[in-house]
């Protein structure tokens, strides 16, 4: 017997009702939520080897999950975005992927998407093309497999490349999304650019941060700013600049030789904050308006203190009201400043 159908939950707003616009005039329409804190792999750059994970009655369920997404779709996000931890490996996770295919068949969602480490894709990906979904993230950061296994501290590269090539056999466009690591990657960089020509995926590199429980020190060590990579690529390929936006923070350039698209997001050497349209929701309830701020709101308490639509669509807008201007990461004076020691596997990516 199949997984019994979920309970489709009606959208909270109105028609026609007003947009998220901050108080920065930024119209919030995209939603990165994390659907769970656990991941079966402890990337180096975003976990601790040792990680208690949170209680399970602390995390939203999915029909709660659905109520908020709802609820932010029905004020006008267009982009949903599913992260973790890693949510592929949430119990029933298809069922909530299935819910939100309502409202991509509706066309209120333009885009229903993920980020994922791979491990669990392989198993995942018809599915996820039933439901709507034309493109997934890929988080992976090298093509050896011994590099693989220190830097996840458990995966396996061989699981992560039959997930990728299951996706595409699905339909599915991948996007690789590559940690840039002094010290530890920058060999890979055109290793990483001629495979992602040779097999059609995107690239998109990213500055690390100093965001999560692992120690903030380690990341100015780790630290590559994308304007090496770029110079780097500039030498051997002729970057096209490319107008437009994703609704993502990545900036992008065609590779003209390939025609392949590399994107970087770059928080720390070039900030993005002054088009920011994203929210994050954690796997608790918490939205975070801000990756690089300790400002939050509860949802969850105002979710399970009453059915009310008005109740939460109230308090989403009074949060968007207090979305800040940006974030405060900067290594620029030799120190990690604006720090934040919030788990990653938490907030979501």
């Not at 009310?308 to 109230?314: F, K, L, N, S, V």
């Amino acid at each position: 017997m199949g997984n019994p159908e979920p309970t489709l939950v009606p959208v909270y707003s109105l028609p026609g009702a007003a947009p998220l616009i901050d108080t920065f005039c930024r119209r919030v329409s995209y939603l990165r939520v994390s659907v769970t804190d656990r991941c079966d792999f402890r990337c180096t750059y975003c976990m601790a080897e040792r990680v208690e994970f949170l209680p399970r009655k602390d995390l939203l369920t999915l029909e709660e999950l659905d109520r908020l997404c709802s609820a932010f779709v029905g004020l006008g996000v267009t982009k949903l975005r599913v992260t973790g931890g890693e949510p592929l490996v949430r119990k029933g996770i298809m069922d909530f992927f299935r819910a939100m295919a309502r409202h991509v068949a509706s066309g209120a969602l333009r885009e229903l998407t993920l980020t994922t480490n791979g491990s669990q894709l392989a198993h995942h990906a018809d599915t996820l093309a039933a439901c709507g979904v034309k493109r997934v993230n890929v988080s992976l950061d090298t093509l050896d497999p011994d590099r693989f296994a220190r830097l996840t501290r458990r995966g396996r590269l061989d699981t992560v490349l039959d997930g990728i090539r299951a996706a595409r056999a699905a339909g599915l466009r991948v996007k690789i999304n590559t940690v840039a690591l002094k010290g530890a990657t920058e060999d890979e960089l055109f290793p990483l650019v001629d495979w992602c020509a040779a097999e059609g995926h995107d690239l998109t590199f990213i500055e690390v941060m100093p965001l999560g429980e692992t120690s903030i020190e380690e990341r100015l060590d780790q630290y590559l700013p994308l304007s090496d990579l770029r110079a780097r690529l500039a030498g051997r390929f002729t970057l096209e600049p490319l107008a437009g936006s994703t609704g993502g923070p990545a900036r992008y350039v065609r590779l003209a030789e390939t025609g392949q698209t590399i994107g970087f997001i770059t928080p720390l050497s070039h900030n993005f904050c002054e088009s920011c349209n994203r929210v994050r929701l954690g796997c608790t309830g918490t939205l975070f308006t801000c990756l690089g701020q300790e400002g939050t709101t509860d949802l969850r308490a105002v979710l399970r203190a009453s059915a009310d639509p008005a109740g939460i669509e109230e308090a989403i807008r009074a949060a968007i009201a207090r979305k800040p201007r940006g974030h405060d990461f900067d290594y620029s004076r030799g120190a990690p400043t604006g720090a934040i020691r919030r788990a990653m596997n938490r907030t979501g990516g």
